[in-house]
């Protein structure tokens, strides 16, 4: 059965921080990976999308790298700004279950 | 483009009420899905159409929770009789064809069952 940990799952940064958020996920067998943000009620919005065939995805200030044999991607954020504020959560398409797996999520604080 | 839509917001019953749930998705998606995220968790798979055809509902609690997808477009999930523990946030998504592609959510029903 496929797992996903996200570390940490909070995390507190002064504006202008370069930081990753990390995802893990037991089953390697995936088609591809999201992440995604979500701002407090409200829905999730996709930010990258890394294909099982790609290392990593970049929009903006965010990248996010796959290294799907260690089971691990990382989203990093450069030069954080306050209204980066949201909790990111990693997802995985495929492995032992057919439908996207999410992990409980990262909420990061980014203090003016 | 029109985001996918879905209504209402919010939604305060007791338990044993019956509820029901509405899903406009991004037009011309195929697949729709409805999600279940409880406070603090990652949203959890109830079930997945691909036009009007169900493709997973194995984590749909069949005995209280239905859905429909009438015309492969709107879809309605209704939950008969609601349980203190259905208070979730309802998140609605779709894409254009399945799970290898983007997901695009809606902005999510907050049930609240006392």
């Known amino acids: 059965k496929q797992e996903v940990t996200q570390i940490p799952a909070a995390l507190s940064v002064p504006e202008g921080e370069n930081l990753v958020l990390n995802c893990s996920f037991t089953?390697?067998?995936?088609?591809?990976l999201q992440w995604f943000r979500q701002d407090p009620g409200k829905g999730l919005t996709s930010l990258l999308l890394i294909q099982s065939s790609q290392r990593e995805q970049t929009s903006g200030r965010l990248n996010a790298s796959l290294d799907k044999s260690s089971g691990r991607s990382t989203l990093y954020i450069a030069a954080s700004q306050p209204g980066d504020s949201a909790t990111y959560l990693c997802?995985?398409?495929?492995?032992?279950?057919?439908?996207?797996?999410f992990g409980k999520g990262t909420k990061l604080s980014v203090k003016p | 483009e029109a985001g996918v839509a879905q209504s209402p917001r919010y939604k305060i019953i007791e338990k044993r009420q019956s509820v029901a749930f509405w899903c406009n998705p991004i037009?011309?998606?195929?697949?729709l899905y409805w999600y279940q995220q409880i406070l603090g968790q990652g949203p959890k798979l109830l079930i997945q159409?691909?036009?009007?055809?169900?493709?997973?509902d194995s984590q749909l609690p069949k005995d209280r929770f239905s859905a429909e997808r009438l015309k492969g477009v709107d879809s309605t999930l209704k939950i008969q009789p609601a349980k203190l523990e259905d208070s979730a946030v309802y998140l609605c998504?779709?894409?254009?064809?399945?799970?290898?592609?983007?997901?695009?959510f809606g902005s999510g029903t907050q049930l609240s069952v006392l």
């Open positions: 159409f691909q036009n009007n055809g169900v493709v997973d």
């Open positions: 997802a995985v398409y495929g492995g032992s279950q057919g439908n996207l797996i």
């Open positions: 998504a779709s894409s254009f064809q399945g799970g290898n592609e983007k997901l695009f």
């Open positions: 089953d390697s067998a995936i088609y591809n």
């Open positions: 037009s011309g998606h195929a697949t």
